[in-house]
């Protein structure tokens, strides 16, 4: 029992819960304090083979609209014992006889469940994944094609189109092994065969530094003011004629923001942080030095702070 408020007692008083008809009755007067309650507690009951197993699922998994029966087969257990041991010789053959169609369809869908989750991407990039992955299987046109490869790339163009982009040494990471010329030769295939499926080019979406400028700051351990001047900066950037690919930018922009900084950060360490060459950050930065008076904020750094960044 809990305490409540009573409005016929005036005072805190001890309440009865009738879960049968969802009322909250005052212990004292009788009140029918609030009725038709809706119980937010678990209504699980155990439907398991085994009485000491105390395992609460009732239901099988959600439905997916991409499998044939919706991902609603039933697939018949094995059971222990002897007698489990004549049922699965005559059950076994019934349930491998109906073989699932969709298996190799499942198995891909759970490896991009797994890359995605090592990505910690959000569940609308791996459904776009998966709707890609299904699309270029229906084709029935990449048989002997490196399967790693291609479901990274369907990661990739998700990715892309959802506008949270990741680099490709990003993906390559999760990829089981594929590399980054397999996932980009999978990729430009995928966009070639979706291209002669709908008859018009795949939109995939631009590519701005800002987009990964927030989690290299914190792969790199930078602070939300330097953060902030980052973000500031490659924004601003954006009206320049800055002929550099957006991930090297951001690797650049955060070098000039840690050495205006007092957390001065070594350029390695941005290397690794970011998955850009120190070459391409060093020329990265020699294209934004002439700039940097009018993009990094005011308030972040002064013009004496600026004079002292060494020259490229």
């Known amino acids: 029992m809990t305490d409540a408020f009573c409005s016929d007692c005036k005072k805190l008083t001890e309440v009865v819960f009738d879960h049968s008809a969802g009322?909250?009755?005052?212990?004292?007067?009788?009140?029918?304090?609030?009725?038709?309650?809706?119980?937010e507690t678990s209504e699980w009951r155990t439907f398991a083979n085994e009485s000491n197993d105390n395992d609460p699922v009732r239901v099988g998994g959600p439905s997916n609209p991409l499998l044939t029966d919706g991902g609603l087969s039933t697939v018949i257990a094995k059971p222990n014992g002897t007698v489990g041991e004549f049922l699965t010789s005559s059950l076994g053959r019934w349930q491998n006889r109906g073989s699932n169609p969709d298996r190799g369809l499942i198995l891909a869908f759970k490896t991009i469940?797994?890359?995605?989750?090592?990505l910690g991407l959000v569940a609308t990039i791996k459904d776009r994944a998966n709707e890609i992955y299904k699309k270029v299987e229906d084709q029935k046109s990449s048989k002997g094609r490196n399967q790693d490869a291609l479901l990274a790339a369907c990661l990739y163009i998700a990715c892309r189109q959802e506008d949270k982009p990741r680099t490709v040494k990003e993906i390559c990471s999760v990829a089981n092994g594929a590399t980054k010329k397999e996932i980009g030769r999978a990729k430009?295939?995928?966009?070639?065969?979706?291209?002669?499926?709908?008859?018009?080019?795949v939109e995939m979406g631009a590519i701005?530094?800002?987009?990964?400028?927030?989690?290299?700051?914190?792969?790199?351990?930078?602070?939300?003011?330097?953060?902030?001047?980052?973000?500031?900066?490659?924004?601003?950037?954006?009206?320049?004629?800055?002929?550099?690919?957006?991930?090297s930018i951001a690797a650049a922009f955060i070098y000039i923001i840690t050495q205006l900084s007092d957390d001065k950060k070594p350029l390695r360490d941005i290397s690794l942080a970011t998955g850009v060459a120190e070459g391409t950050i060093r020329n990265?930065?020699?294209?934004?030095?002439?700039?940097?008076?009018?993009?990094?904020p005011s308030w972040y750094a002064k013009e004496e702070d600026l004079k002292n960044l060494c020259s490229p």
Do not use: W
């Not at 009322?23 to 119980?39: A, M, N, Q, R, Y």
């Not at 469940?113 to 090592?118: E, N, V």
């Not at 966009?191 to 018009?200: M, R, T, W």
């Open 23 to 39: 009322d909250t009755v005052c212990s004292e007067c009788g009140l029918v304090l609030e009725s038709h309650s809706i119980d």
């Open 113 to 118: 469940a797994t890359m995605s989750d090592r």
């Open 188 to 201: 430009e295939y995928i966009v070639k065969q979706l291209g002669l499926e709908n008859g018009q080019s």
């Open 208 to 247: 701005h530094a800002a987009d990964f400028m927030r989690r290299f700051c914190s792969n790199v351990g930078m602070n939300n003011q330097a953060v902030k001047a980052a973000q500031e900066a490659v924004q601003k950037s954006e009206e320049f004629d800055i002929r550099r690919s957006p991930i």
């Open 284 to 296: 990265s930065y020699k294209d934004l030095y002439p700039h940097i008076s009018k993009i990094i």
